[in-house]
Each structure stands twice: as structure tokens, then as C-alpha cells.
């Protein structure tokens, strides 16, 4: 008799686990964008830029971001990666803007892109494609992480 109450604790413990993560929100993922990219300090091997980001928050609840880690990519070639520690809240339908360090090695990367636009016969693009991806770590919630893969492009000035 007492396998039969083991197996139906763990059977029912099961169950209201389940029953509690579908009762759990379902957060849409967040559209982050690149505003505005600058140089702030550089040399040949190293570059720290600052990145202006855009979060957009598709959900009928409010986000409070605690971070984001992220690999970024610029046509392709991989840029930077690293954490934004930044504290920062998402209205419900809303948007916020804040600011990401990136500390990245450019000339690999600008190397390559001179390299292939070369092979092409193109003169300089106009814009590079990028591609950020990661997760959002949220402070409060059953959901702690929500993951985010967007694409667009930076035009060159």
C-alpha cells in the first residue's frame, strides 16, 4: 500500500506543478533595436562603444529588467557579447530606451566586410546588417529569462 500513496504523491505533485506553469503569464518576446551606435574609446585592438538601445514590450504586463546578455553581430561578423547590467523597467505596451557598453576588437570584423565588399565590386554599403541576440533576466516573475533574436540594420552616415 505504501508504493501506491508514493507514486500517486509524486503523481499529484506533478500535476499541480504543471497546472501552475500553464496558470504562469505568457510573455511575448520584446523587440530591441539600435537607436545610435558611438566610439568612446579605441585603439587597433580594442574599441568600447556605447550602443543606445529601444526596448519594446508587446505584453499587457509591465517588465522589470534587472539585465541582458548579448552577442551582437554586424553583417554577419561577430561584434561584441557581454552583459548589460543595467536595472531598467517596460511599461505594459510600452518602450524604454537605455544604453549597452560593448567592448569589441573592429578590426577583424571591419577587415573582412572591406574584404568581401571588395570581392563583390561594390563600393562602401550604405548600411550594415546586424543581429542581436540573447535573453532579457526579468526581476520578478515565474519567468526569470526571455530569449530574443532581432535583425535589422545601422545606416552608415
Known sequence: MMPFVRVFAIVAWATLLAGC??????????????????LVKGDLFEQRLKARMRV?????IGLAVRGITYTIELDGQELGRGLSGSSFFVPPNGEAE????ITA?????????????????GG?????????????QLD????????FDQKGAIKLR
Open 140 to 147: 520578478k516573475g515565474l519567468l526569470r529569462t526571455v530569449p
Open 124 to 136: 562602401p554599403p550604405n548600411e550594415l546588417a546586424y543581429r542581436l541576440r540573447g535573453e532579457v
Open 21 to 38: 506553469a500553464a496558470l504562469g503569464p505568457k510573455l511575448r518576446t520584446p523587440d530591441l533595436s539600435i537607436i545610435d551606435v558611438q
Open 98 to 101: 537605455f544604453d549597452m557598453n
Open 105 to 121: 576588437n573592429l578590426a577583424g570584423t571591419l577587415l573582412r566586410l572591406v574584404d568581401r565588399a571588395r570581392k563583390s565590386g
Open 56 to 60: 519594446q514590450n508587446p505584453n499587457a
